[in-house]
């Protein structure tokens, strides 16, 4: 008998076992409550997690984890869905487990509200769910010749890091409000930010100039915060003095403009690669967040467009800098069609950079945002 339950905290234990087995069987060995502690550590606030199970004659065959947060986009706050942990048992494959839990997972997005989902993994797997890979991040690679040349008359006197290992370090406050000054930023609650700074193995680094913290550095650059981006020469320096002396590669998102233009003046090689594989379930929440941020670093041209996502018609109109996107009837209309997967890939994808459609103006593509340390 084959159940697919939602499962409760008495399971947990029983569940990481699970999908330690799976990921180690196929990958290589694996530790979840180390590798993800926010999800799966003894201390993590799991609260916001949903862990969906196929069960197999009292037996778990087959696993699917969602948690929940909160993303700060602008004046919007937007209802975020973090798939992690699909893994199912290898005897069991070609059960249409997956498959279940995932809908499972979705059809409870949908009920609670949430406006979208994201994950990482297989383009095609996913997208027969609805996802697909969108959003821009500039890819930056430094080495030290281009610091050498670049950077030859900085000086980096004074510039520290310091590994933070304690989950009650004070600077743990000042890298919050750090975080929280950026335009678009997940909710990082202070009681998770430790684990969340650690995910996958990560290490999380306060940045020193004489003695005060001036501010912090997560993985090898993945996350980068100053409390002012003119400090970014003598850092970037220090790094590879003090931690990394080859080479970087570091994702910046496409808001962070002055991170953009400096790395872009020093890099070896820079590239634009999608963010997540993601999935819309408000269209027009997300369209009218997104848009009005875009607006605040790009501004956007007068226009209105109408056309159609599957069942739903909506318009979006521009004046002024004002932002409006709504759902509207259209019945008696011949609007624009576009499937789910078109409509997240003309939004979010990257391909209105080369082949723009120009009835949408310069509106695209839109910013979608979710930083390194808060995906799955």
């Not at 697909?132 to 000086?155: A, F, M, P, W």
């Not at 510039?159 to 750090?178: G, H, Q, W």
């Not at 521009?318 to 939004?347: M, R, W």
């Amino acid at each position: 008998m084959v159940e697919f339950i939602r499962a409760d905290k008495s399971q947990k234990a029983d569940m990481i076992d699970f999908i330690t087995y799976v990921f180690s069987y196929h990958y290589e060995p694996h530790e979840f409550k180390k590798l993800v502690p926010k999800v799966y550590a003894d201390t993590a606030e799991d609260d916001n997690v949903t862990h969906y199970m196929a069960m197999e004659d009292g037996r778990i065959k087959a696993v699917v984890s969602n948690r929940l947060m909160e993303e700060k986009v602008g004046a919007h706050t937007l209802k975020y869905g973090l798939i992690g942990a699909v893994s199912v048992h290898p005897y069991s494959k070609g059960k249409g487990y997956m498959k279940a839990l995932m809908k499972m997972a979705l059809d409870d997005a949908q009920r609670d509200g949430l406006d979208v989902m994201a994950l990482g993994g297989q383009r095609q797997r996913y997208a027969y769910f609805g996802f697909e890979r969108v959003g821009t991040s500039y890819q930056y690679t430094l080495n030290k010749n281009n610091i050498r040349h670049c950077l030859k008359d900085v000086d980096t006197t004074g510039v520290s890091f310091e590994l933070i290992n304690d989950p009650d370090a004070a600077e743990l406050d000042k890298i919050k409000e750090l975080y929280e000054r950026r335009p678009a930023h997940g909710v990082r609650p202070r009681k998770e930010l430790f684990h969340i700074m650690h995910n996958w193995a990560s290490e999380l680094r306060v940045i020193r100039k004489d003695g005060r913290m001036i501010g912090y550095v997560y993985s090898n650059m993945a996350e980068l915060v100053l409390e002012d981006n003119a400090l970014l020469p003598e850092v970037t320096k220090a790094w590879f003095e003090q931690v990394s002396s080859e080479t970087l590669s570091l994702s910046i998102p496409m808001y962070e403009q002055a991170q953009c233009a400096f790395f872009t003046r020093i890099c070896e090689r820079m590239s634009i690669l999608p963010v997540e594989m993601v999935c819309v379930l408000n269209w027009e929440r997300m369209l009218q967040a997104m848009l009005e941020f875009r607006n605040r670093f790009c501004p956007l041209q007068d226009g209105e467009v109408e056309f159609q996502i599957e069942e739903e018609a909506f318009r979006i109109q521009v004046n002024g800098g004002n932002v409006c996107v709504q759902k509207i009837s259209a019945d008696g209309k011949t609007l624009p069609e576009y499937t789910h997967n078109e409509a997240e890939l003309l939004f979010f994808g990257m391909q209105n950079m080369l082949i723009p459609k120009t009835e949408y103006k310069n509106w695209l593509p839109l910013p979608f945002c979710i930083d390194l340390p808060d995906t799955f």
